[in-house]
């Protein structure tokens, strides 16, 4: 009569063999790291963000006038990217790329800021009498 702690001792053993026969098989391969598309993706982030933000710091209202602004600059900045990692090592387009995702909240937060909704301004007039009512 066989215990259920047999069986599963059976089954972990099976496992194991199975776990090491994949790994004894397969023979490990050092490959030099590619980074195909990164330069023109960290370049088109950066044509985006520099755009964006160009835009909110020159006062910009209209949406329509962002979603152009950073189409143009992704385009300008991906065939940028893409020379750039076309003639430089593979190292300086993984850094491109590194650079367009480390700048994508920085631009968010400021964008958001420079955007954000302001009070009106009082009339001289309007705010020298608001400051007589509150000192009575």
């Known amino acids: ?61 209209p949406t329509w006038a962002y979603w152009l602004g950073a189409l143009g600059g992704a385009a300008l900045g991906g065939y940028v990217g893409w020379r750039i990692e076309e003639r430089t090592r593979p190292e300086v387009s993984g850094a491109l790329l590194g650079a367009g995702v480390v700048f994508v909240i920085p631009t968010a937060v400021l964008f958001g800021h420079l955007r954000a909704p302001r009070p009106p301004r009082m009339r001289p007039e309007a705010e020298r009498a608001r400051v007589r009512s509150a000192r009575r």
Not at 7 to 33: D, K, Q
């Open 1 to 61: 009569m066989r215990r259920a702690g047999q069986r599963v001792g059976v089954r972990r053993m099976l496992c194991a063999a199975m776990a090491c026969a994949l790994f004894v098989t397969s023979p490990a391969r050092a490959e030099e790291t590619r980074f195909e598309g990164s330069g023109a993706v960290g370049g088109a982030l950066l044509g985006a963000e520099a755009a964006v933000l160009s835009q909110a710091l020159a006062g910009v209202r």
